[in-house]
């Protein structure tokens, strides 16, 4: 009976590690690394490189479920690109709205 318990629990432990969607990626290239390629103009927007914005719209509505763990991931700086956690969910949700303004031209296209 122990032994089970420690079964389930470790099930448990996996799918919960696994909950965050696979992270997509577009010419070979993380979204996570795609979402660096952009900078603030002097009055606030964000822009992003041709590059980055091909790759988002590409990956469209396929980035969306990892887009939304990203907003769940602790604020916290990330060791690698040096993005503090606000600056991540900042960038995914500047990414989400870009999907979304791109689904919006499509519907508007389609009447």
């Not at 952009?38 to 914005?53: E, P």
Request: aromatic share 8%; net charge neutral; with cysteine.
């Amino acid at each position: 009976m122990k032994r089970l318990k420690c079964l389930a629990l470790n099930l448990v432990l996996v799918a919960g590690c696994s909950l965050q969607p696979p992270e997509p990626s577009y010419g070979g290239v993380k979204l996570s690394e795609w979402l660096n390629y952009g900078h603030y103009q002097d009055n606030g927007s964000f822009v992003w490189s041709v590059g980055a914005q091909e790759a988002i719209l590409g990956l469209g509505t396929n980035a969306l479920p990892w887009l939304e763990g990203e907003l769940k991931v602790p604020d916290e700086k990330d060791v690698f690109t040096n993005n503090s956690g606000a600056e991540r969910h900042r960038k995914a949700l500047l990414a989400i709205q870009l999907i979304q303004s791109q689904m919006a031209s499509d519907t508007l296209r389609k009447k």
